[in-house]
């Protein structure tokens, strides 16, 4: 579309067999095509070529930078800070945009007045039609109405500069972009979202995916020290329940010392609080979902282990981030 401005777009990326179709999608939608496609490899050990070819006609346009498994936030800033195109578009290596991907974000970014810093892709994560949604693909639903998520989002290039980029204490693909919206916003740029939609598979994953997950909260700890107790409004963040985990693994634990001490009145009132709120986390995962002997076995066991394991790495982020100031930017 004439009158658009330039773009780039980054993809980070750690192998994945769905970069193919990232790629692949890219290259059929129609409109203005990107400057040049940044595909950030940060595998620490790379052991194979990337599918670059699945790029067909944008293939001569891609370029290819390594960063060595240093994490999601410093294989986009590698990329970004190499861009010479007025807007750097970050899409994640499992998305696949629509068809008039192209053509809707050059509108999108033609329509951008001054102040705009950043402009959201919609999402759009398919379900299976033929029955409920396991929990795994309930938490991946989520997206569609996470805010800034940079599954697909477009920035300013000179807003990145400002601000400073993504902040790499962010090792996981987990509250870094909600932490770079809040600072492209403090330093006076808006944040709106766009026409344009990307479609977001649910990836295959382990009945025990959700344990690994709860790293997240050391995250959280660290965003509560560089953006205070309320961001989680301001960046449009679902608190979560962490609260409840903290209330269920003080019961547990409470549980054990009153058992230890002889107090078995206080013991079983503890153990009945414990059972209670861990039953209450089983069931508020088990039945919106197929509730199938798998899923359902599946979501007992990490129903006992999530809140505890939720706690220790809450605690950890605290005790490592306690010293943690926001980053800097260059202007």
């Not at 300013?156 to 601000?163: C, I, M, N, Y």
Request: aromatic share 6%.
């Amino acid at each position: 579309m004439t009158g658009a401005p330039a773009y780039t777009v980054v993809v980070p990326t750690i192998g994945r067999p769905c970069l193919a179709e990232c790629l692949r999608a890219l290259a059929e939608a129609a409109g203005q095509p990107p400057h040049e496609v940044i595909v950030v490899d940060d595998r620490p050990a790379p052991d194979g070529e990337l599918p670059l070819r699945a790029a067909g006609p944008l293939l001569d346009r891609v370029r290819i930078l390594r960063t060595g498994g240093k994490g999601p936030a410093a294989a986009r800033n590698a990329g970004w800070r190499t861009v010479e195109t007025p807007w750097t578009v970050f899409l994640d290596d499992d998305v696949q945009v629509l068809p008039d991907w192209s053509r809707l974000l050059a509108e999108d970014l033609r329509e951008a007045d001054e102040q705009v810093g950043g402009i959201q892709g919609q999402l759009r994560v398919p379900l299976p039609p033929d029955r409920r949604p396991t929990d795994w693909e309930r938490n991946t639903k989520g997206l569609e109405n996470a805010a800034w998520a940079t599954a697909d989002m477009a920035y300013r290039t000179d807003a990145l500069a400002r601000v400073g980029g993504f902040d790499e204490r962010f090792r996981r693909a987990f509250r870094e972009d909600a932490d770079l919206a809040l600072r492209v916003q403090r330093a006076g740029w808006s944040l709106i979202r766009g026409r344009r939609i990307t479609r977001h598979p649910v990836r295959p994953a382990h009945w025990w995916a959700s344990l690994p997950a709860q790293r997240g909260n050391a995250d959280d700890a660290l965003m509560n020290r560089l953006h205070g107790r309320d961001w989680w409004d301001r960046a449009r963040a679902p608190r979560g329940r962490l609260p409840r985990h903290l209330a269920v693994t003080g019961a547990a634990l409470a549980t054990a010392a009153c058992a230890l001490t002889g107090r078995r009145r206080a013991a079983t009132a503890c153990a009945a609080l414990w059972t209670l709120g861990t039953a209450e986390f089983a069931l508020a995962r088990i039945l919106p979902g197929p509730r199938t002997a798998r899923e359902t076995a599946g979501m007992l066991g990490t129903s006992l282990l999530i809140p505890p394991l939720a706690v220790r790495h809450w605690l950890r982020g605290v005790v490592r981030h306690r010293h943690a100031r926001p980053l800097g930017g260059t202007g």
